[in-house]
């Protein structure tokens, strides 16, 4: 059963760091293409990161570039989201998807909330 | 501002037709791929269509998308009280190297 849970959310003042973790079951999380996609609470989907599968590309939405890092560790089958300088605007629910036919698995999301 | 643009809401019967617009550029609808993922309420987004219009297994043939030069549409026929969510359409932009999304519609079956 292919399955994605992210992990490592929580409440963080702002400037500081914080580090997301998605962890991966039932496929190799090397072999697809992965995202990291926010959401604040009710309003839309926003596209931060994806990293490729194959020459590990990374690309990054305007307003987080410079600031948040995707990267993965296969020995973990594990993605992550470094995220810093947080600001509160920052504050969303964190999804990561695995693209196979489009974002097709998405993980039931984490909460960062950025307040002082 | 979103980079796609969607209607914020549409509402329709029970038993009915919806459609719902999703506009873009040339460097993403017009010339990539365009899905649209359904997120009821509290749920985490799910893909519905693919590819312009592909349905991935397990949606129903209720559900139906479409594109004609920078515009898609999402169809969905025989409305279900349980289809209330809202709906998202997302592409990839080849001038931009980002993804982007519409700002999502809220589907009423009222």
């Known amino acids: 059963q292919v399955q994605v849970v992210e992990s490592g959310g929580g409440v963080v003042q702002p400037g500081t760091s914080l580090r997301l973790s998605c962890a991966a079951s039932g496929f190799t999380l090397t072999n697809h293409d992965m995202h990291w996609v926010r959401q604040v609470p009710g309003k839309g989907l926003e596209w931060l990161t994806a990293i490729s599968h194959g020459t590990s590309n990374k690309y990054y939405a305007q307003s987080v570039r410079g600031r948040f890092t995707i990267s993965r560790d296969s020995s973990k089958n594990t993605l992550y989201l470094e995220m810093n300088s947080l600001r509160a605007e920052d504050t969303a629910v964190y999804y990561c998807?695995?693209?196979?036919?489009?974002?097709?698995?998405w993980g039931q999301g984490t909460l960062v909330t950025v307040s002082s | 501002q979103s980079v796609l643009t969607q209607p914020p809401s549409v509402s329709a019967a029970p038993g009915q037709k919806v459609t719902i617009s999703c506009s873009g550029s040339n460097s993403n609808v017009g010339n990539n791929n365009v899905d649209w993922y359904q997120q009821l309420p509290g749920t985490a987004p799910k893909l519905l269509i693919y590819?312009?219009?592909k349905r991935p297994s397990g949606i129903p043939d209720r559900f139906s998308g479409s594109k004609s030069g920078t515009s898609a549409t999402l169809g969905i026929t025989g409305l279900q009280t349980g289809d209330e969510a809202d709906y998202y359409c997302g592409a990839w932009d080849s001038s931009l190297d980002v993804g982007v999304f519409g700002g999502g519609t809220k589907l009423t079956v009222l």
């Open positions: 998807a695995q693209q196979y036919l489009a974002l097709d698995n």
């Open positions: 590819a312009d219009n």
